[in-house]
């Protein structure tokens, strides 16, 4: 991982997890879940017969599969998965990425090569890995600034007069 001044710099290939997991359009939805369970992963990319992006399926997809009874019943993934456009190249920028994440509203987003292909992925929780070192570099640059105060000048003490 890039050290605290290269992060404003850094790449999505330096963030992203690779090589993706990735399951076929006739995968079941069973299949999918199970994999993604095992793996603690909250999405796997969908790819074609050629190994190209076809879709995502994520934990929402799931939860809107069980909520639709459509496990154990061998429905592919391709009848659920998201159709997106959303995604990443490997030498863009991480804050461009982590833009578009925010702007989309999406947790997952996958990294493709110009041919299409899958190569990895990038989510929220390989973001926050980011933050952390960034958040410690700001809070130390604070302790380290002093402070200014504001400080009441003294008024000159008065002369006793004769009376």
């Known amino acids: 991982m890039p050290k605290t001044a290269e992060h404003l710099s850094a790449k999505v290939k330096d963030f992203m997890e690779a090589p993706p ?3 076929s359009e006739e995968t079941t939805i069973d299949e999918a879940a199970s994999t993604m369970w095992e793996k ?9 017969k050629e190994g190209k992006m076809a879709g995502i399926i994520t934990a929402s997809d799931i939860i809107f599969a069980v909520t639709k009874s459509l496990v154990g019943r061998q429905v592919p993934v391709s009848s659920i998965m998201s159709k997106t456009s959303i995604m990443a190249i490997p030498n ?3 804050l461009t990425a982590v833009e ?6 999406v947790r997952h987003l996958p990294v493709i090569e110009k ?11 390989d973001v ?7 958040l ?8 380290t600034t002093p402070k200014k105060t504001a ?7 008065k002369k006793a007069t004769k009376a």
């Open 21 to 23: 997991i990735v399951v």
């Open 40 to 48: 603690r992963i909250g999405s796997v990319i969908v790819v074609d």
């Open 92 to 94: 863009e920028s991480v």
């Open 100 to 105: 578009r994440m925010m702007k989309e509203n």
């Open 115 to 125: 041919n299409g292909t899958p190569v990895g992925i990038i989510s929220t929780k």
């Open 128 to 134: 926050m890995g980011m933050s952390e070192p960034l």
């Open 136 to 143: 410690k570099f700001v809070f130390r640059s604070k302790k």
């Open 151 to 157: 400080t009441k000048k003294k008024a000159a003490p």
